[in-house]
T-cell receptor, first 114, second 114 residues
Framework: GAGVSQSPSNKVTEKGKDVELRCDPISGHTALYWYRQSLGQGLEFLIYFQGNSAPDKSGLPSDRFSAERTGGSVSTLTIQRTQQEDSAVYLC????????????FGSGTRLTVV | AQSVTQPDIHITVSEGASLELRCNYSYGATPYLFWYVQSPGQGLQLLLKYFSGDTLVQGIKGFEAEFKRSQSSFNLRKPSVHWSDAAEYFCAVGNSGGYQKVTFGTGTKLQVIP
C-alpha cells in the first residue's frame, strides 16, 4: 500500500487479557520496526525485522511481548496477560533496509489497559 | 550504546519568531542523525537527516539542522515559525554500521502562540 497501516487504531482491553496489534508495511520494504511511545517518554525500540534474518528482539520489555512477521510482510505484535503499564501507543515503521534509514511510520495503535 | 538527549520538554514561541530545538547525542562513531515531527494523532514524519558531508542540512517545511561534532549536537532551527508548526519534535540517532537501529529522544513539544 501507499503507507504503513496499523490496526486497530485504538484498543481498550482488560488487565490480564491478550492483545494482538497488526502492522502492514509498505510493499517492498524489507525492514520493519516496532516502537512503543508512552506518555512523556520517547520512542522505545521493541523489535526489528530485516528480510529473512533473525529479528532483533533486544527491546522487548518482558516475555509477555512477542512479535512475528509472516512472509516478510505483515507483522503482529502480541502482548500476553496485559498490565496497566503496557498502556501506550505502539508504532510500526518500515524501510527499504538499503541503508537510507527511510523510515515510514504508521499512525500507531493506542492501547489502553483498564 | 547510542543515546539522544533533548533537554527541553516544552517550548513556546510566538508566531513569526525564530526557533531552535536542542539535541545532543552520544555515539562512538560518526552518527546518522534525524529529526522527526509528530502532529497530534499522527505518525512521525521525517523532517531531515544527516549522514555525511555538509554539516548544515535542509529539510522540509523550512527546517534546517546543523551537525556539530565538537558539541555532539544536532540542533533544529527555523527562521520564522508558523502556527502549523505546533507539534512534538523528536531527535534521533542511528548507527552508522550494521543494521538500521534508530534511538529516539524523549521529544520537545512546541507550542506556537499568535
Amino acid at each position: 500500500g501507499a503507507g504503513v497501516s496499523q490496526s486497530p487504531s485504538n484498543k481498550v482491553t482488560e488487565k490480564g487479557k491478550d492483545v494482538e496489534l497488526r502492522c502492514d508495511p509498505i510493499s517492498g520494504h524489507t525492514a520493519l520496526y516496532w516502537y512503543r511511545q508512552s506518555l512523556g517518554q520517547g520512542l522505545e525500540f521493541l523489535i526489528y525485522f530485516q528480510g529473512n534474518s533473525a529479528p532483533d528482539k533486544s527491546g522487548l520489555p518482558s516475555d509477555r511481548f512477542s512479535a512475528e512477521r509472516t512472509g516478510g510482510s505483515v507483522s503482529t505484535l502480541t502482548i500476553q496477560r496485559t498490565q496497566q503499564e503496557d498502556s501506550a501507543v505502539y508504532l510500526c515503521a518500515s524501510s527499504t533496509g538499503a541503508g537510507d534509514y527511510g523510515y515510514t511510520f504508521g499512525s500507531g495503535t493506542r492501547l489502553t489497559v483498564v | 550504546a547510542q543515546s539522544v538527549t533533548q533537554p527541553d520538554i516544552h517550548i513556546t514561541v510566538s508566531e513569526g519568531a525564530s526557533l531552535e530545538l536542542r539535541c545532543n547525542y552520544s555515539y562512538g562513531a560518526t552518527p546518522y542523525l534525524f529529526w522527526y515531527v509528530q502532529s497530534p494523532g499522527q505518525g512521525l514524519q521525517l523532517l531531515l537527516k544527516y549522514f555525511s558531508g555538509d554539516t548544515l542540512v535542509q529539510g522540509i517545511k523550512g527546517f534546517e539542522a546543523e551537525f556539530k561534532r565538537s558539541q555532539s549536537s544536532f540542533n533544529l532551527r527555523k527562521p520564522s515559525v508558523h502556527w502549523s508548526d505546533a507539534a512534538e519534535y523528536f531527535c534521533a540517532v542511528g548507527n552508522s554500521g550494521g543494521y538500521q537501529k534508530v534511538t529516539f529522544g524523549t521529544g520537545t513539544k512546541l507550542q506556537v502562540i499568535p
